[in-house]
């Protein structure tokens, strides 16, 4: 178990002490700001859902529902359980942002941002894919800013991308249902 410590205490140095500038501290900011990320995110679902017409609405209502799923299941219950304190919370690495009081892993904001894109994707395929680089910048950011370690973002894309294949599945098999009986009937 030391050995993965390690591994997890190196990386999360490289990324938060030496892989740094002042450009992209606040780049970072910017990138893990919870307001600024939810404003992204609502954006995004609004042109899915808008332009996207039926399938844009269903993606939109996946990814939502998938955050309904995410937040307050990892918030009371899965960080609960692991209870792994912030980097933060050990006087670890530099600070950009304000610690937070809850524990570290898996990172919601990282999940978050997995379960919502994954939704969208699945459902609009290689095209949308671009969406992860807004997930993985989020999931960088939590490290850099000082606040997970790099399994925290990890396990979180892990929970996340779950989550937002579960949803996807649940609306394929709801609202795409009734498509193959209609080609079915004579």
């Known amino acids: 178990m030391n050995f993965f410590r390690n591994i997890d205490l190196a990386i999360f140095a490289i990324i938060n002490e030496r892989w740094t500038t002042p450009a992209l ?24 859902a808008v332009l996207g017409r ?4 269903i993606a939109a209502v996946s990814a939502l529902l998938s955050f309904a799923v995410i937040d307050p299941l990892g918030h009371y219950v899965i960080k609960r359980i692991i209870a792994r304190p912030r980097p933060c919370h050990l006087d670890i690495g ?3 942002v304000s610690c937070g009081g809850g524990f570290a892993m898996p990172s919601l ?3 978050a941002s997995f379960g919502i894109f994954t939704a969208i994707v699945f459902h ?8 992860y680089l807004l997930a993985l910048v989020v ?3 939590r490290v850099y800013v000082g ?3 790099p399994t925290d973002v990890l396990v979180g894309a ?3 991308t779950a989550v937002g294949l579960a949803f996807v599945a649940a609306s394929k098999r709801i609202f795409f249902r009734e498509k193959k009986t209609d080609e079915k009937a004579p």
């Open 124 to 131: 609009y395929g290689a095209k949308s894919a671009p969406l």
């Open 158 to 160: 892990l929970y996340g």
């Open 147 to 149: 606040v997970h370690w």
């Open 94 to 96: 530099r600070l950009l």
């Open 25 to 48: 501290d606040s780049f970072m900011i910017h990138a893990t700001n919870q307001e600024t990320g939810i404003l992204i995110i609502l954006a995004i679902l609004v042109i899915f």
């Open 139 to 141: 999931a960088y950011s």
């Open 54 to 57: 039926r399938k844009g609405r």
């Open 109 to 111: 904001h990282s999940a």
